[in-house]
């Protein structure tokens, strides 16, 4: 439960596993408890009762720095800077090397796109990445999401903001990905025929 709700639950038990290089969807209504999985998995907040685990490690016993830097994230609205294409993919993992940012680019379908723009990966991509379209946008994130080499990557109603054959294409690249680098991933959302394009299974939170 919340510190602010006391008195009610936000997830009430709730277990279930996600196996190395699978892909588990977390599906239900608003309120469901989809985006509590995800904070605690983020360590935004530690459970009343129960215990998360990444690798066997309980979650309360990691660094909540190095817990994070083994979990990227997809969000439903991506957070572009007003810097570089390769700096906004780098911001995934600092250390990385312009190869790796590239390659990472080339995994996310975006390399093309920004080999196109005017300074190619040193054009300034704009405040929120305004120079972009919505699935460009999205493209950059889960090219900082694969960039980081995490562990785990979340992705929170990653094609909900993005118009019908957008949200096709990102779909299609989190599938094709799924099956070329064996991605372990917790893919949150709210509607069931997008999931079952990605999901290896599917976990269906209500009440």
Do not use: W
């Amino acid at each position: 439960g919340y510190p602010a709700r006391p008195d009610s639950t936000a997830l009430d038990a709730c277990t279930f596993a996600v196996q190395p290089g699978e892909v588990v969807a977390l599906v239900g209504p608003s309120g469901a408890g989809k985006t509590t999985v995800l904070q605690l998995l983020l360590r935004f907040y530690d459970p009343d009762q129960g215990r998360l685990t990444l690798d066997g490690l309980d979650l309360k016993e990691l660094d909540p720095h190095a817990l994070r830097n083994a979990v990227g994230v997809v969000p439903q609205e991506t957070a572009l800077f007003a810097e570089t294409a390769l700096a906004n993919i780098r911001y995934g993992r600092p250390d990385a090397s312009d190869e790796e940012v590239k390659d990472a680019a080339r995994a996310a379908d975006a390399h093309r796109f920004i080999e196109a723009l005017p300074q190619g990966y040193d054009c300034q991509l704009g405040e929120k990445g305004a120079r972009l379209s919505g699935g460009q946008r999205q493209r950059i994130a889960i090219a900082r999401a694969i960039a980081a080499a995490p562990d785990l990557i979340i992705a929170d109603e990653p094609t909900s903001a993005l118009d019908v054959s957008i949200q096709a294409q990102i779909l299609d690249l989190l599938a094709d990905l799924k099956q070329e680098k064996r991605l372990t991933m917790l893919f949150i959302s709210h509607d069931l025929a997008v999931v079952r394009q990605v999901a290896d299974r599917v976990a269906v939170m209500r009440q």
